[in-house]
C-alpha cells in the first residue's frame, strides 16, 4: 500500500553519497553529496546534512532546486502516474542544513547549480533503490547527469565542454 506515491516501507533507513569532481575551480577538493532517506509515517524523509558545506563557486543549490531534485527522483523511480502537484510534494520532506551546499547563505552564487542538482538526483535514485530494492529492478530509472570533455585550448587554458542529457524510460 502507499499514499501519495510513497510506498509503505518497514522501518529503516539508508544512506547514498556522490561527490562532484570539484567545486568549480581547477585543483578544489570533491565536493560531498550525502543522503540519508526513510520513510516516517508515510512520509519520506530526505536528509542532505551530511552534504558538503557551501562552496565559493556557483555549484551551490537553493533549497527550491533541492526540492525540485528530490521530487524529480522520487518521480522518476515510483512511476510517472505520480502527478507533480501539492500531494507529492507533502509526502517528501528535506532535512537541510543552512550554510551547506543544498541551503546555501546569501549572498552564495547559485549559477551552476544544474550540476550539484543532477548529482543529487543520482544520490537519490541510489538511495531509493537500497530502501526498496525490488522497485529497482522492475523499472527503469530516468538519471540526469553531465559529461564533461576537457581538453586545452591554443592559449593553453583548460576548456571544458558539458553535455547535458536526461535519460528515462
Known amino acids: 500500500s502507499r499514499r501519495g506515491g510513497v510506498p509503505d516501507v518497514a522501518g529503516g533507513r539508508v544512506e547514498a553519497e556522490g561527490f562532484l569532481d570539484d567545486h568549480g575551480f ?3 577538493a570533491p565536493v560531498r553529496v550525502h543522503a540519508t532517506v526513510g520513510v516516517e509515517d ?9 552534504s558538503a558545506d557551501e562552496v565559493p563557486s556557483g555549484m551551490n543549490v537553493p ?3 533541492a526540492h525540485a531534485a528530490a ?3 522520487v518521480r522518476a523511480f515510483v512511476g510517472p502516474e505520480v502527478p507533480m502537484n501539492a500531494g507529492l510534494a507533502s509526502r517528501v520532506r528535506l532535512v537541510l542544513r543552512e550554510g551547506s551546499l543544498f541551503h546555501p547563505r ?3 552564487a ?17 538511495a531509493l533503490s537500497a530502501l526498496l530494492p ?6 527503469a530509472l530516468c538519471v540526469g547527469f553531465a559529461t564533461e570533455l576537457c581538453g ?6 583548460n576548456r571544458r565542454l558539458s553535455i547535458m542529457a536526461k535519460v528515462s524510460a
Open 152 to 157: 586545452r585550448d591554443g592559449f593553453g587554458w
Open 63 to 65: 533549497v527550491s532546486s
Open 42 to 50: 508515510g512520509v519520506l524523509v530526505v536528509d542532505l546534512t551530511g
Open 71 to 73: 521530487y524529480f527522483a
Open 26 to 28: 581547477e585543483g578544489s
Open 106 to 108: 546569501f549572498p552564495a
Open 110 to 126: 547559485l549559477s551552476a547549480r544544474h550540476l550539484a542538482v543532477q548529482r543529487l538526483t543520482d544520490v537519490l535514485v541510489e
Open 134 to 139: 525490488a522497485r529497482s529492478t522492475d523499472r
